[in-house]
Nanobody, 124 residues
Framework: VQLQAFGGGLVENGGTLRLSCIAS????????VGWFRQAPGQERDFVAA???????DYEASVVGRFTISRDNPKKTVYLQMNSLKPGDTAVYYC???????????????????WGRGTKITVSS
């Protein structure tokens, strides 16, 4: 599976962005897909994930602001980000792994495939 992330950019405090993660290769519908972010000098942190069964999970600080969704025929996962804050500034990565469990992992090490990051800067 190859992943490509799109949609980053510069946005004002309170603004919105939508990231897209487009997959190519094997059947996508059986994979869990997650979004992670890494700020300068920080570790790569979990943001959101969507499992093969549509179950979603979010990091606490983005609940109510970010929404993850998937379109399996298009092999695309989206991250709609509303009410962006300067603290959301980071490079965002999408990742995937074959998951037979009913819950997707929030741990970066569980994900086998990674796309190149897309940078988001939220100005104050």
């Amino acid at each position: 599976v190859q992943l490509q992330a799109f949609g980053g950019g510069l946005v004002e405090n309170g603004g919105t962005l939508r990231l897209s993660c487009i997959a190519s290769g094997r059947t996508f519908s059986n994979y869990a897909v997650g979004w992670f972010r890494q700020a300068p000098g920080q570790e790569r942190d979990f943001v959101a994930a969507i499992n093969w069964n549509g179950e979603t999970d979010y990091e606490a600080s983005v609940v109510g602001r970010f929404t993850i969704s998937r379109d399996n025929p298009k092999k695309t996962v989206y991250l709609q980000m509303n009410s962006l804050k300067p603290g959301d500034t980071a490079v965002y990565y999408c990742a995937a792994y074959w998951n037979f469990k009913t819950v997707a992992s929030v741990t970066p090490g569980e994900y086998d495939y990674w796309g190149r990051g897309t940078k988001i800067t939220v100005s104050s």
